[in-house]
């Protein structure tokens, strides 16, 4: 199972949210480059790019800091990138520009035609981000809960073409409260594109109940908070999930 560390982008800084509030921010480092790097450095595979100024403006607004990030990636692991993403010349922008994989979230939710022109378009490198509550998707960076029953639309978009989904329990994510292991492998077994588990990663312990429904279709697992204030550490959490797998 893949860790991906998780680069929050807000001001033009690598930041952290709690349950996806705008005012309740932590700055983990003013140069998000270098922390690309750090974690490239801890055996990163992959990372993880939020727009969070983008996701609530409805289009790119940290783009100077995305461009420096996969400067710095060059052609070292793939980036996947979401946030304030709503059209396909955004796409493509970002995909000429070196990114891997670009994420849809509300806009999917909101717009679903786009999201199947995006999957026309862009074939292998559109993910869609579902986030949810008590199994209710939800919009806007987290502002709105729709009445969308998150498996429901989880097997639409996947019949749209997208190459994996990325599940966020948002009612875990940013407090180090755990994963949601039940609704994360109901996701997965609906499904038989990869799902991609978010929020509530605390330390190994949750590494290691992911890393235990991996074969349900649950193949990455994003980390953020944990791993910025140390309750995890990363290049420890990949080892563990490698030493599960090979068994």
């Known amino acids: 199972m893949l860790l991906i560390p998780a680069i929050d982008l807000k001001d033009g800084h690598c930041v952290r949210l709690k349950q996806g509030e705008m005012d309740d921010a932590t700055v983990f480092s003013e140069v998000p480059a270098t922390m690309a790097r750090h974690w490239i450095n801890q055996g990163a595979r992959r990372l993880h790019l939020v727009d969070l100024n983008g996701a609530f403006a409805g289009k790119p607004v940290n783009g100077a800091a995305i461009r420096d990030i996969v400067a710095e990636v060059g052609d070292d692991i793939p980036v996947q990138l979401g946030g304030g993403i709503r059209d396909l010349d955004t796409i493509e922008s970002y995909l000429d520009n070196g990114i891997g994989y670009v994420i849809i979230g509300t806009a999917a939710v ?3 035609g ?6 026309s378009a862009f074939p292998g490198h559109i993910i869609v981000g579902l986030d949810a509550r008590d199994g209710k998707v939800a919009v806007e960076g987290w502002s709105k809960i729709t009445g969308h029953d998150v498996v429901d639309l989880a097997k639409k978009f996947e019949d749209y073409g997208v190459e994996a989904v990325i599940y966020t329990d948002i009612g875990r ?3 180090l409260s755990g994963v949601n292991i039940d609704a994360t492998m109901r996701l997965a077994r609906a499904l038989r594109i990869p799902v991609i588990a978010s ?3 605390t330390n190994l312990a949750d590494i290691e109940a992911l890393a235990a429904i991996e074969s349900e279709g649950v193949v990455a697992a994003i980390t953020g908070r944990a791993i910025y204030e140390g309750t995890l550490d990363f290049a420890a959490g990949q080892r563990r999930a490698d030493e599960l797998e090979a068994r």
């Open 173 to 175: 994510d940013g407090m």
């Open 114 to 119: 786009f999201l199947h022109d995006a999957c």
């Open 199 to 201: 929020g509530g990663i």
């Open 110 to 112: 909101r717009n679903p």
